[in-house]
């Protein structure tokens, strides 16, 4: 067949090319299967030959850069598949290629298309002191999940409500989240990301008061919808800013400070059930909820005196003088950020051309490579809930009865060390994202989940069962999604959506992962009595199987590449002959400009334009596609 021949002959390809001059086809998933291409040449170089590159070389050039090359003249092969030029046949020749010659673009980990490791990145004390501003935000959802998990059972006495009103209660956050998620695009897109925080943390403070003062269930549930939709802004924002500001070399390690974060409120949460112990029960959880309203209080103040704003949201409104300050700010004195503004500009072209729309028919009718990454983000959102993480950590008190501990002081001191666990595996896979990547972390992270409640399954097999072997049990299990899944799937999301989507895609994904996580909290105690206890956890181990087996086959490696680098690295995975024609022209565009100028690329703001659909050739890519 066309599929298994492109296999030979990318395999072909590779052994004749060496073990050390890969292709951008390796590293990625196994549904990456590229197939011949016998469309029009994507032409990057338009009459150019390779002695032109040393306009890129020259000291004199603006941002002082240099670009690789193979020293060959343009359209030459040299990976022993036949073909007379780029585009014009063989499995990777539409593809950008190492190879190829100096101007030739093609998708690489860096902060920018032109580094290549030669620069040295630091973090600087700006980009340290705005992430971790946004990550307060974090520890107001982080704190509404803790505190109701000891809060809860008061509630439900004091007002005398039912499991179904207690299921309601737990699940009307998820409802009212998917609202705050929707709307948060609309904020974060028209009025930038630090007004869209500081509309999140207004939200937290009323809902908060709310609570505190509720004198029924119709009380609690108005102030969950102020709660609610601070929620949702807060999941879809967080990763969002933080990979916008945060250099592609440590975006894994500084995207998962949020779901630090996040664990610290929730351990905070937990710690309020033993400070507030002591009072009457119709008075302890209200102090417990009141004490949250300090985090949103407090972001309010950051977002108005201390974080900067997005730079690529800035970009994107036209205000460059601001953009390039701020960019100033994350990578420090002495690096050279022309070409990362470049890059920008470029791939709002780009994408906009590409997607010849605007608004939200860039989601609704996407090209492929942002179709792709779309059903990868929302799948990974969805995942990250169908595996029941919510459900497990707001019933954990129950899961504890059910094992036999009921002294409320045991049950308090067990969720703090919990907590403690999983906060401390989040700093591990923090670290490890930038190192080892994302797709061996989620892999492992998936593997000790499933077996974590394939053991818990067995353990509740029965009549009778082990409260210590449950909390060993448990431990894994959250360990093991503080490892990967629990920051990675936030990670992936905020960093393989292209600028022009991002805040929108975000915004979807994070309504599908509240839907999961509603449908599975709200359901959570009357289907494990209805299954039994083992057959709950039996069946979340098999979704996390499943997780696996998606991800292992359409997941690609996203470890340290630029965020203007996405759109053009799903199209290579893709195949979309419409993201590369538009990177095509761009590129003959800029390589024009430096060679007629003969100083370099000069950083100038440009301005997206649409190019008629019948100017764009016509698709002509075969290839497996999400």
């Not at 009072?279 to 417990?288: K, T, V």
Request: with cysteine.
């Amino acid at each position: 067949t066309t599929s298994s021949t492109a296999k030979i002959m990318s395999s072909k390809s590779r052994q004749k090319r060496g073990p050390n001059t890969a292709t951008v086809a390796d590293g990625y998933s196994l549904s990456d299967e590229r197939q011949p291409v016998t469309g029009p040449d994507l032409n990057f170089h338009d009459g150019f030959t390779d002695d032109d590159d040393n306009i890129f070389s020259s000291s004199g050039g603006a941002s002082g850069f240099q670009l690789p090359g193979s020293g060959r003249g343009v359209g030459e092969r040299t990976d022993g598949v036949s073909g007379g030029g780029f585009g014009l046949g063989g499995v990777d020749a539409h593809l950008l290629n190492p190879d190829a010659p100096r101007q030739f673009r093609k998708s690489h980990e860096g902060e920018h298309r032109h580094d290549f490791g030669g620069v040295e990145v630091k973090l600087t004390s700006k980009t340290y002191l705005w992430v971790m501003c946004a990550s307060v935000n974090s520890i107001n959802l982080g704190y509404d999940i803790g505190v109701n998990i000891g809060a809860s059972p008061l509630v439900q006495q004091g007002f005398g409500l039912s499991n179904l009103q207690l299921e309601i209660f737990f699940g009307s956050l998820n409802v009212f989240a998917m609202i705050g998620a929707i709307l948060s695009h609309h904020v974060a897109d028209n009025h930038g990301r630090k007004n869209a925080f500081m509309f999140s943390a207004i939200n937290f403070i009323c809902g908060v008061l709310i609570l505190c003062v509720s004198q029924g269930f119709t009380g609690l549930m108005f102030g969950r919808l102020f709660v609610g939709l601070g929620v949702g802004f807060g999941l879809a924002l967080d990763p969002l800013y933080i990979s916008e500001i945060s250099p592609a070399a440590f975006r894994g390690e500084l995207v998962t400070w949020s779901e630090i974060a996040m664990n610290f409120g929730i351990l905070m949460g937990y710690c309020s059930g033993l400070a507030f112990g002591n009072l009457e029960d119709g008075a302890s959880w209200r102090y417990m909820y009141a004490l949250g309203a300090g985090f949103p209080c407090a972001m309010l103040f950051f977002a108005n005196f201390t974080m900067a704003e997005s730079p690529r949201w800035l970009l994107m409104r036209g205000q460059y003088s601001r953009a390039e300050r701020v960019l100033k700010e994350i990578y420090g004195k002495g690096y050279d950020i022309t070409p990362i503004m470049l890059d920008m500009q470029e791939a709002v072209e780009r994408e906009a051309e590409a997607g010849k729309s605007i608004g939200w028919d860039l989601i609704l009718f996407p090209p492929r490579a942002f179709r792709r990454a779309l059903i990868l983000g929302i799948t990974l959102a969805v995942a990250q809930q169908a595996v029941g993480i919510d459900a497990i950590q707001y019933f954990l008190i129950f899961v504890l009865e059910e094992s036999g501990i009921r002294s409320r002081l045991g049950q308090t001191c067990i969720l703090i060390f919990l907590g403690i666990i999983k906060l401390l595996f989040i700093f591990v896979g923090g670290k490890m994202f930038d190192r080892k990547g994302r797709r061996p972390l989620l892999f492992i992270s998936l593997c000790g989940m499933a077996a974590a409640l394939m053991m818990l399954s067995v353990n509740f097999f029965g009549g009778s069962h082990s409260a210590s072997f449950s909390i060993f049990i448990l431990s894994i299990y959250l360990a093991m999604f503080s490892l990967g899944l629990g920051p990675g799937a936030w990670l992936v999301q905020a960093e393989i959506f292209s600028n022009v989507i991002r805040a929108k895609a975000m915004s979807v994904a994070t309504f599908a992962n509240r839907v999961i996580a509603t449908l599975i909290s709200s359901t959570f105690l009357s289907t494990a009595g209805a299954m039994s206890w083992s057959a709950f956890f039996f069946m979340m181990s098999l979704v996390c199987l499943i997780v696996l087996m998606f991800l292992y086959y359409f997941l690609p490696e996203t470890k340290c590449r630029p965020l203007e680098d996405m759109s053009v690295y799903f199209a290579e995975i893709t195949s979309d002959r419409k993201m590369l024609d538009a990177e095509a022209r761009i590129t003959r565009e800029r390589v024009a400009k430096a060679h007629a100028e003969e100083t370099g690329p000069i950083f100038e703001p440009v301005k997206a334009r649409s190019v008629p659909r019948e100017a764009l050739p016509d698709s002509r890519v075969t290839g497996t596609m999400a």
